[in-house]
Structure formats: C-alpha cells, structure tokens
C-alpha cells in the first residue's frame, strides 16, 4: 500500500515538472520580495531588543559607471554634478566683490578658512575683532506664492550679518575688555532724540585674558539685556572712539558678505569635484 502511494507521488511530480513553466521574471520577484520581508524583519527585531535600527537599500539596482578612483556612480550622480555646474556658474555671475573689499581706518586682515580677524593698534592699545561667516546669513522668510509674484530682480538680497567679537588690550593690563556684538534683525534706538540708530549692538561684555579663545563662565559677564542705558551708551561711545561704530558695521557686513560668497562658492566646486570623483 505505502508503495502504491509513493509511485502515485512520483507520478504526479513528473506529470507538473511536463507542465510549461511560468515566465522567470515572476519567481524572481516573489524571491526578491520574500527577501526584502527578511531584511525588513530582521531590521525591526533588532529595533524591538533595543539596538539603532539599520537603513535599509533600495531593492531597485541603481546604474553604475566605473572610474578610475573606483568609487560609486550613479546616474543621480551625473545629475547632480550637472546641476552643481549651473549652479556655480549662476553664483559667479551674481557674484559682486572678485576679490575681498578692503576696511578703511586702518584695519589688518587675517584669514583662516571661514574665520576673519581684523587687528588694529592705537595709542598703546590693541583692538582685536573676530567673526565667522558660517550661519551668518538671516533666514529667508517664504512668503505665498499666490499673492507675490516677485521677479529676480525684486528678490531681496543676500546680507551676511555675522556676530561679532571684540577684544580691547591696554598694555599693562591683566585682561582685555571683551565685547560680544550682534547685528539684530530690528534695528532700534537706545534714546529718544537720537538722529541715528545703531545697527548692531552689544549682547555682553566681560574681562577675559588676553587671546584666549575660549570664553571663560569663570568670569563675570554682563549681559546688556536689563542694562542701564547710560551705561550700554558709555560702551558704545567706547567702542566707537575705537573705530568700531557704524561705519565700520557697514563695511563689516559687506566683508562678511563677499567672504561667506566666495566660501560658498568653493564649496560649490569642492561637493562638485567629490561628486565627480576628479
């Protein structure tokens, strides 16, 4: 009996390996498929006991193109690389200062990357002021589209507003006065019968040691924000006296400006060269 049933197996599996075969695309989608449940399963039970949860690839094969550094290509590569040449063009065409505007009154620059310092020395005194063009450009405000249709030209323009540190050194002195500066989005005056407001203003102020780079919470720093005016307006005729009024604000944000566009556009070229892989 138990071989009749066997023979009975046999036959039928030689009787459905005769019949024709489905197309093999499907089988291979049914395994991919199973396969993805599987990465997909294993993924979230190692969320499930606690450990960071793996990113999955995409199933769909993306095309590649072989270089000589052997990295990854991709067609959303070429796109990319293409995009960033338009880009960078568009950006030096728009580009106002080819090289960086000077600051009057005397002011010494150095460079380091993103990083300015002016330096200035008077009178036995040495004024030292530091900024950085990163995260210095406001936040455009979107505004809707179905009520402004503005042109290219009417869009407002790019205005770095860096803050801004200054360091007071008198010889002899233990410690530099230090100013921590700011150019606030509403420019408001600190007095009735002021022809002129200021455009950037102090946040605090504090004795730290002399080219120290680091802010010391050590040492008292005063914050101007419950301030007596008289007090904020004796410190900014000190800076002013100094040469750092708003003049030298002015001058300051178009520096920052051209330096942060011309660091914008490097980058630009460097992303493009990392996408080409060149």
Request: glycine share 6%; net charge negative; proline share 5%.
């Amino acid at each position: 009996m138990l071989k009749s049933v066997s023979r009975v197996v046999q036959l039928a599996a030689r009787l459905s390996s005769s019949v024709p075969s489905a197309p093999a695309v499907r089988p291979a989608l049914r395994l991919s498929r199973a396969f993805t449940r599987s990465i997909w399963s294993l993924s979230h039970s190692g969320a499930a006991s606690g450990s960071r949860p793996r990113l999955l690839t995409a199933t769909r094969a993306l095309p590649t193109v072989s270089c000589g550094c052997g990295s990854l290509h991709t067609e959303g590569d070429k796109a990319f690389a293409e995009f960033l040449t338009d880009e960078i063009k568009e950006e030096q065409k728009i580009q106002k200062n080819k090289t960086l505007p000077k600051m009057s009154g005397g002011w010494e620059l150095e460079f380091n990357g993103t990083e300015a310092k002016l330096i200035r020395s008077l009178s036995g005194e040495k004024v030292t002021i530091t900024f950085n063009v990163n995260n210095s450009i406001p936040p455009q405000l979107e505004e809707d589209p179905e009520h402004t249709q503005k042109s290219q030209e009417d869009e407002p323009e790019i205005v770095s507003t860096p803050n801004f540190v200054v360091e007071v050194t008198k010889s002899g002195a233990k410690s530099s006065l230090v100013f921590d500066c700011h150019f606030p989005e509403d420019e408001t005056s600190h007095g009735e019968g002021e022809e002129e407001s200021d455009i950037f203003a102090i946040r605090e102020v504090s004795f730290q040691p002399e080219g120290d780079t680091e802010w010391k919470e050590t040492s008292y720093t005063l914050n101007t924000d419950s301030l007596d005016w008289a007090l904020y307006d004796h410190l900014m005729d000190f800076l002013a006296d100094r040469g750092v009024d708003n003049t030298f604000a002015d001058e300051l944000m178009e520096l920052s400006t051209a330096l942060e566009h011309q660091e914008y556009i490097k980058f630009l070229a460097d992303l493009s060269t990392f996408v080409k892989c060149k």
